[in-house]
């Protein structure tokens, strides 16, 4: 008797499983998918294709678990088996996927996948592109040679290594000989009339083509081409904190970081507060405008580091690293940004951010916008109390050009770990604070 149960039982377990198995390996194949997982950029990504995998089996799990919670399936499996399942699941696709890897990155195969790339004309932006395709595994491409652009001669130079393959005007044998699958145009000064009859070859002939835009000299991640009414648009549109769902996370932070940061911080202003009034008696607290996002001014707070009317007679001058007006307790607090703790009512009242580029004074940025390139891209965002450039020791008298680099870098590869990391790096990092 015991047996035919046995029996029964087995045979109806078994009946459960392949529907479930059916169900939930469709289910976990279609948020791969959600997660653009399978997509041909992503084959030699190992990182993202791993997070991606831990996204999806976390996701997966949660909702399998709830799911027998909630219809109360006691017959088929215990929740502890879908901690089983996702556990199993994660290491059997890893290996996998690290073997399908360790396959695609044969040389062979990488050439094969590879798209071969003709460049009509060069600049120093296709320089970089053809670094980062020979350093890149994820970057399937390969130049394998340029041409000059119509009008004959290179406005930059293409390296000693790179073969110059003949003139324009042979561009359609050349692309059949070498087996191009794309063409690159860098020379954007070509007549457009040119380009046209460039654009339908590549099209009639099955190429690729795309355009090195020279236009934009700055956050040219976030170039996105949009169409209105039929007409194409180019332009920097998708920075990581264009698009709301990141806002909202980052204003969030920013609010319970801010509340956070002023109750702890009370105690250390009121303190160097009375060490600066008994110093240098008067105001304690300093106010200056600064500029924020979209060039909109606001009054930041400070504690004042510096004596009385320090700017009189110099005007809006940057502390320098021996500079005689600063208070002796001022050194101190400038190189620990003791003196800037009262920002937190700034970022609480949503004038700056916890992390973002540092605010400068309006009357440096006119300035500062027509000596240093590219300086006002940086207001893409609100300001913060600290920052990419400032961790890396780019503030105060420094190198405004490598500032404005690295300020770009933080707009165009924002995420919430970097702001993480910009906060926890300000504890240990002080490089130039004086």
Not at 159 to 164: F, H, N, T
């Amino acid at each position: 008797m015991g047996a035919v149960l046995d029996v029964r039982h087995h045979v109806m377990f078994s009946s459960m499983l392949t529907p479930w198995s059916v169900i939930g390996g469709a289910t976990f194949t279609w948020m791969m998918l959600m997660l653009k997982t399978y997509e041909v950029a992503n084959i030699y990504r190992m990182q993202r294709l791993l997070k991606n995998l831990v996204r999806s089996v976390v996701l997966w799990s949660v909702g399998i678990w709830a799911y027998i919670g909630f219809f109360q399936i006691t017959d088929f499996t215990p929740r502890l088996g879908v901690v089983y399942c996702a556990v199993t699941l994660v290491a059997f696709m890893a290996i996998w996927r690290l073997i399908s890897f360790m396959f695609l990155i044969q040389p062979s195969i990488k050439e094969k996948a590879s798209s071969r790339v003709i460049v009509v004309g060069w600049n120093e932006k296709v320089t970089s592109l053809r670094k980062a395709m020979r350093q890149d595994l994820a970057q399937l491409g390969e130049i394998i040679g340029c041409v000059p652009p119509p009008t004959g001669r290179f406005n930059t130079k293409p390296p000693y290594e790179v073969a110059v393959l003949g003139d324009y005007s042979a561009l359609p044998r050349l692309a059949g000989e070498c087996g191009a699958n794309s063409i690159i145009l860098a020379d954007c000064s070509s007549p457009s009339g040119e380009i046209q009859l460039l654009a339908k070859f590549c099209q009639r002939e099955l190429l690729g083509f795309q355009i090195v835009p020279e236009y934009f000299p700055a956050l040219t991640s976030g170039l996105q081409v949009q169409t209105l009414s039929g007409v194409p648009l180019l332009g920097v549109s998708e920075l990581p904190l264009d698009r709301t769902r990141n806002r909202v996370i980052k204003r969030a932070i920013d609010i319970l970081g801010s509340i956070v940061g002023m109750a702890l911080s009370a105690p250390i202003v009121a303190l160097f507060s009375l060490i600066v009034y008994i110093e240098s008696p008067g105001p304690v607290f300093y106010r200056q405008r600064r500029t924020s996002r979209a060039g909109r001014t606001f009054v930041i707070w400070k504690i004042r580091s510096m004596k009385m009317n320090a700017e009189t007679g110099t005007g809006a001058v940057w502390c320098k690293k021996e500079d005689d007006r600063r208070l002796r307790v001022g050194s101190f607090m400038r190189k620990y940004n003791v003196d800037e703790l009262p920002q937190f009512w700034n970022v609480f009242t949503g004038d700056m951010s916890l992390v973002g580029p540092r605010p400068e004074r309006p009357e440096l940025i006119e300035r500062f916008k027509e000596e240093i390139p590219n300086y006002n891209a940086r207001h893409e965002v609100r300001s913060g109390l600290t920052g990419w450039a400032q961790i890396h020791g780019l503030r105060g008298d420094t190198d405004l050009t490598k500032r404005i680099e690295a300020d770009l870098y933080y707009l165009e590869n924002w995420s919430v770990m970097l702001d993480l990391y910009c906060i926890a790096a300000t504890f240990f990092k002080n490089a130039n604070a004086h």
